[in-house]
């Protein structure tokens, strides 16, 4: 792997942390909950099957963008920006509270 000397400047201003994507798509469907794993498919596009199974058949990179995901929901339900709930087998999250 090369080691990296310089990046764009404007790569850096306009490349969103996952927090700030994470808390934009809660934030712009207020009618929906969504599981870590739907966060990954709509804010990444990233495809189900390549998320089936466990942490070892997913596609490299996959679990650690899962505990980034998950590290920010852990922020913002902190902050009471977002809400939790068990739902099913999961945990769903959204924003705002339950009304």
């Not at 790569?11 to 994507?21: P, Q």
């Not at 794993?37 to 490299?60: A, N, P, Q």
Request: glycine content about 10%; aromatic content about 10%.
């Amino acid at each position: 792997m090369p080691l990296t000397t310089k990046v764009p400047v404007s790569g850096i201003k306009t490349k969103k942390s996952v927090l700030e994507v994470v808390e934009t798509q809660l934030k712009s469907d207020r009618k929906n909950a969504y599981t870590i794993t739907g966060l990954m498919m709509t804010c990444y596009g990233v495809k189900e099957s390549d998320i089936r199974g466990g942490f070892t058949h997913w596609r490299k990179g996959l679990p650690t963008m899962y505990t980034q995901i998950r590290l920010a929901l852990i922020k913002l339900v902190k902050q009471k920006k977002v809400s939790q709930a068990n739902y099913g087998r999961g945990v769903v999250y959204w924003y705002g509270k339950v009304k």
